[in-house]
């Protein structure tokens, strides 16, 4: 009888995950680059930076019901943003401009593009960017405005 993929034995299957996960490791210590990796985990850091600093300014605006003027206006409250969170681990201080109204861009400088597939399914597309200086544009604070406090 022939064994189909769908007939595999437990045991075989294990065999083969454990085969698929050994390569995987071998693979991520002898072959990739020691710099992708820093660089990749460097990127993420940065995104989550970047996440969190935009939860605070919405957070920012929900009390305030204006956006801040820069990121030093988040050193107390609710939206309390520590100094730490406003660099990243090379140091290098996350940007921060008010654009008009509602509109504001938080910058960063990354190592990789988000397109090279290192990242895929990480965050979401608003997250996307190239290698290099990027800056990602908001204007999605309608949720909060009908929460400020000072309307």
């Known amino acids: 009888m022939k064994a189909t993929v769908f007939q595999i034995s437990p045991k075989n299957l294990a065999i083969l995950v454990t085969v698929l996960m050994i390569s ?4 991520g210590v002898f072959l990739a680059e020691p710099w992708q990796s820093r660089a990749i985990n460097s ?3 940065r995104v989550d930076d970047l996440n969190d600093i935009d939860f605070k ?14 990121l ?9 943003l520590s100094e730490d969170q406003k660099v990243d681990s090379e140091g290098l201080r996350y940007t ?46 309608e949720p909060f405005i009908g ?5």
Not at 72 to 80: A, K, Q
């Open 43 to 45: 990127d993420m850091e």
């Open 96 to 141: 921060y401009t008010q654009v008009s109204g509602n509109t504001y861009e938080l910058c960063s400088e990354f190592y990789l593009s988000s397109d090279e597939g290192i990242m895929d399914d990480w965050r979401d597309e608003q997250w996307e960017h190239p290698s290099g200086y990027h800056c990602f544009q908001f204007d999605d604070l």
């Open 24 to 27: 995987s490791i071998l693979y």
């Open 57 to 70: 300014i919405k957070e920012y605006w929900n009390v305030k019901g204006t956006l801040p003027s820069t």
């Open 72 to 80: 030093d206006d988040l050193d107390n409250g609710s939206y309390f």
């Open 147 to 151: 929460n400020s406090n000072q309307r």
